[in-house]
């Protein structure tokens, strides 16, 4: 008679301990054995960074994690339950309602419902409170194995069109899962919680809308509710005042308050400019100018290529769907041609490189465009000034020897820090990204380059202790390493602008060369650098970071002079025209209107500073100085008002270079 031998497996701590366990215990008993106050706060447990339930067996050996709510890990479970706590919550306030997935997302999560009736915004508020309630009861999650048979006749018994469908989709061979909370019942492929009580109450609905059944405008459209969850109350009203404060500072609403620009279907995705937003965007464009002045070259390729270069370049394979093209009959010939629009300027910065011969001497050569670029962005991802489909890129791309890459790439990290802090952005986070699975070049280009820009990460943590760093294995391009660049705004959301690459593919693939010292040819180093990024993109951040108080420098109107009464009007045109004659972006306000309604309008129009001239101070050649955000008003003489506001209105570049 053969006796079984129970299997035991190593488990070792993240102290560096280990302990021999039954393979056959699962994480709620092993959290057991260590502390009865830990097995109470465990909400799942990991093995080798792969979260699973708590009762899932041990199994295998490996390093151990018991997680709490309070772990980072957690907050996708807790929303992942909360999905679920909706869709149980729904179905018992409106039966006959079908459920379809519910996804964790970004911030939060979303279930659809295949209802006859869409929900609308008053049901949200009824619903939290039977979720609430649900979370109440404290019911454990289970889980079960089911056959694809029983799963397909339960469900379909239940009037679950929709999840007969998504059982038919899981591969053979896969497990199909099954949790219960309660009554109620899902397919999914976990892990949860052990219960829904752990969800907690930091959670709330934020909005519905219609979705096409798995994206597809050709199948019924459902209805889904959005959500979001935390894992305290303070992290949620924290985001909730997060997304309040972007309500208030969101560039579309700014921008028409602002009279900057707008959009219209005839140009979905291309920015119509006004006269104020225009002058916005120059200013930036002369500032970023500036900056260049004397280290980059300024070109220009043209907009419209041959579809064979792109060919060369690799886009039209990689990139062609995102791509707009034209085909042309040919001037002599009834050959089509095919154009395209070109959505970056790399490949027409290498035809620049290429035309002459290059020595080593030359190098690095650094080209710098301002070029207008366009990509096809489908209309549902269109979002102002963020998300657009045609746009300005403060592109740049250094070519230069193994031997410069390091210098390079360190002289590009100071300029690009140095931008940002010129616009208030202080709080910077740099990441290195490395090699992708698929990539071009072979790994001795690869270990070099991640080497050097290792070796310049390192130097710029010792530069600045302010300066967050860090690594995301296999983000890379395919052609190379690359540095992300992070800013975070006045209200805490971050934005992912410049960009440091380094390329292996572009001068390969255009056959591109410089003479070297024993006089053979040598494929250069390309290395691809954005500062903006997308302009457009940059200034919606701009206007939404100071929410549309801008710098004085910055603001496409800087002063009005408004009078109070018609006799002080000759007075305030001499203070225009002094103001206007210091360099001062000036309009008068000399209507037949309270001061009162004046100063509220130009307040709304977000212009940062407003003089106000009376007879007194017509007399005394004084101004009444009032600016955006504050009540209270400074009398000056017009003079130091005028050397004051041209100080201020002086961009910071100009003002240290006046120092120096």
């Known amino acids: 008679m053969s006796q079984t031998v129970s299997k035991t497996v190593s488990m070792q701590f993240p102290d560096g301990s280990k302990r021999e366990y039954d393979a056959a215990i699962t994480g709620a008993e092993l959290a057991e054995t260590i502390s009865k106050s830990l097995a109470k706060k465990a909400v799942a447990y990991a093995v080798d960074g792969t979260v699973r339930d708590l009762s899932d067996p041990l199994q295998n050996s490996g390093n151990i994690e018991i997680l709490t709510r309070d772990d980072p890990r957690a907050l996708e479970l807790i929303r992942h339950d909360c999905a679920h706590v909706l869709a ?197 464009v002369s500032y970023m100018r500036r900056r260049l002045d004397g280290v980059y070259q300024e070109v220009n390729a043209p907009q419209v290529l041959d579809k064979s270069l792109w060919e060369t370049s690799g886009h039209w394979g990689w990139y062609r769907d995102n791509m707009f093209k034209v085909t042309v009959a040919g001037d002599e010939t009834d050959d089509e041609r095919v154009f395209a629009l070109k959505p970056m300027n790399c490949p027409g910065h290498v035809q620049i490189f290429k035309h002459g011969l290059k020595s080593y001497r030359d190098l690095p050569v650094r080209l710098a465009e301002f070029g207008n670029v366009h990509r096809y962005e489908p209309s549902g991802a269109l979002h102002g000034l963020m998300r657009v489909r045609g746009f300005t890129q403060d592109d740049a791309h250094v070519f230069c020897t193994d031997e410069q890459m390091a210098a390079e790439c360190l002289r590009i990290n100071d300029l690009i820090l140095s931008v940002y802090k010129d616009f208030g952005f202080n709080e910077i986070t740099i990441k290195l990204s490395t090699r992708p699975e698929k990539r071009v070049g072979s790994d001795e280009l690869w270990d070099r380059a991640e080497e050097v820009m290792m070796g310049v990460l390192e130097q710029i943590k010792q530069q600045s202790s302010d300066i967050k760093t860090g690594i995301l294995p296999g983000e890379g391009a395919f052609y190379g390493p690359k540095f992300e660049y992070t800013l975070k705004d006045a209200i805490g959301r971050e934005w992912q602008c410049g960009t440091t690459q380094v390329d292996f593919n572009l001068p390969e693939r255009f056959g591109a060369f410089y003479i070297d010292s024993t006089s053979e040819k040598k494929q250069p180093v390309m290395i691809h650098r954005a500062i903006c990024g997308s302009m457009e993109r940059f200034l919606g951040i701009l206007i939404e970071n100071f929410a549309g108080h801008l710098p004085l420098w910055f603001a496409p109107v800087q002063v009005v002079v408004a009078t109070i009464t018609t006799e002080a009007d000759e007075y305030g045109k001499q203070v225009a025209k002094e103001l206007k004659a210091a360099g001062l972006q000036v309009i008068t306000d000399f209507r037949n209107e309270k001061i009162n309604y004046k100063v509220r309008e130009h307040s709304l129009q977000k212009v940062p500073v407003i003089l106000v001239c009376g007879m007194r101070e017509a007399e005394e050649r004084t101004v009444n100085m009032r600016r955006l955000g504050s009540q209270n008003q400074v009398s000056l003489s017009l003079d130091d008002a005028i050397k004051q506001l041209g100080t201020e209105a002086t961009p910071p570049d100009l003002l240290r270079a006046a120092a120096e």
């Open 88 to 284: 149980e919550a729904v179905q018992e306030l409106f039966p006959g309602t079908q459920v379809t997935i519910g996804p964790v997302i970004e911030n939060g999560f979303y279930y659809d419902f295949a209802k006859n009736e869409p929900f609308t915004p008053d049901d949200l508020p009824v619903i939290e409170e039977k979720m609430r309630e649900i979370i109440a009861r404290n019911k454990p999650f289970t889980k079960e194995i089911w056959s694809r048979e029983k799963a397909r006749k339960v469900f379909a018994d239940k009037g679950e069109a929709y999840k007969v469908e998504l059982v038919d989709a899981i591969a053979e061979g896969q497990d199909l899962k099954i949790y219960s909370q309660g009554d109620w019942y899902d397919l999914c492929r976990g892990p949860h919680m052990a219960s829904t009580g752990q969800v907690g109450n930091a959670f709330k609905l934020m909005k519905v809308a219609g979705a096409y059944w798995r994206g597809d405008s050709n199948n019924p459209m459902l209805s889904r509710i959005y959500g979001t969850a935390f894992a305290t109350d303070a992290e949620l009203q924290s985001y909730l005042h997060v997304l309040e404060e972007a309500e208030k500072r969101d560039h579309r609403k700014l921008g028409r308050e602002m009279d900057l620009f707008h959009f219209q279907e005839e140009g979905p995705g291309v920015v119509f400019w006004h006269a104020k937003g225009w002058r916005m965007f120059q200013t930036l």
